[in-house]
Nanobody, 122 residues
Framework: HVQLVESGGGSVQAGGSLRLSCAAS??????YSWFRQAPGKEREGVAS????????DYADSVKGRFTISQDGAENTVYLQMNGLKPEDTAMYYC??????????????????WGQGTQVTVS
């Protein structure tokens, strides 16, 4: 049974930091990504990592502030968020997919999603 369990969200002041975690059980995936969705807005890609190569991708809005990483032994992916801004406020979702044939931004290419963790920046 595959599960993605997120943790680490919360409320911080602008300029602060948070680290999100996504623990996967039941399978090792090709790609893990973080997406976010603010009220009234579409879900958007934040960052992605390919497990075999460690290659990463980021949305322009978070480059230089967010870092995605993985702990293969623990099958866990992290999103370190520094320099948080009010516009980063959203529900953050971890997503995983078996195949890497599509752009990491292609929401339909992901097989599993976590339940989401709220990040609020004031």
């Amino acid at each position: 049974h595959v599960q993605l369990v997120e943790s680490g969200g919360g409320s911080v002041q602008a300029g602060g930091s948070l680290r999100l975690s996504c623990a996967a059980s039941g399978y090792t995936f090709n790609t893990y990504s973080w997406f976010r969705q603010a009220p009234g807005k579409e879900r958007e890609g934040v960052a992605s990592i390919t497990t075999a190569t460690g290659n990463t991708d980021y949305a322009d809005s978070v480059k230089g502030r967010f870092t995605i990483s993985q702990d293969g032994a623990e099958n866990t992916v992290y999103l370190q968020m520094n320099g948080l801004k009010p516009e980063d406020t959203a529900m953050y979702y971890c997503a995983a997919r078996r195949d890497g044939g599509y752009s990491w931004l292609h929401i339909g290419s992901y097989n599993y999603w976590g339940q989401g963790t709220q990040v609020t920046v004031s």
